[in-house]
């Protein structure tokens, strides 16, 4: 009688792992519908960065060793790694951008402005600019990103209320 009630509870308990193992299934299979009803609207949002990327991005500016290096010898080319990236994303990086001019790191400020650069050269920012972009070079010289700085900050004066 033991041995009978004893395979009865494993029995019980066998089936009971399985229905739950059915269910984490299903509910995985949830989730992943979830996720990419999430995925489909995040992708429609104007670029398919996040708020958290741009943001991670910004900071890695100011990290002069957040670049990569081709070429080799005399004819090395340095990639600003993060001012592309930023570059890339275009009109959801730039009102960020605009904040980080204000840096007091000169290294970064350059390469916010570089940023700034090739993100006003975006599509979606063109749409509205009619092709007018932050007209600036990558220069590390404080003295010269004064006035570039003025340069970007008129520019999204006058472009602005398309974030708002």
């Not at 990327?53 to 081709?70: A, G, R, T």
């Not at 400020?109 to 975006?122: E, F, H, P, V």
Request: net charge negative; with cysteine; aromatic share 10%.
């Amino acid at each position: 009688m033991k041995r009978v009630l004893l395979l009865f509870l494993l029995g019980l308990l066998l089936v009971g792992c399985t229905n739950t193992s059915v269910n984490i299934k299903e509910k995985n299979n949830d989730n992943s519908k979830v996720n990419k009803e999430q995925n489909k609207k995040d992708d429609s949002k104007e670029g398919s960065k996040s708020t958290e990327d741009v943001l991670y991005y910004i900071d890695k500016l100011k990290d002069e060793d957040f670049v990569s290096v081709s070429g080799d010898g005399e004819n090395q080319k340095i990639w600003y790694t993060a001012a592309e990236e930023l570059g890339k994303m275009g009109k959801h990086a730039i009102p960020f951008l605009i904040k980080n001019l204000d840096t007091k790191n000169d290294y970064e400020r350059a390469l916010t402005l570089y940023a700034l650069l090739l993100a006003s050269q975006d599509e979606s920012v063109a749409e509205f600019t009619n092709g007018e972009y932050i007209d600036v070079n990558l220069d590390f010289d404080p003295k010269v990103q004064e006035g570039y700085v003025k340069v970007a900050k008129a520019w999204w004066e006058k472009y602005k209320g398309n974030w708002e």
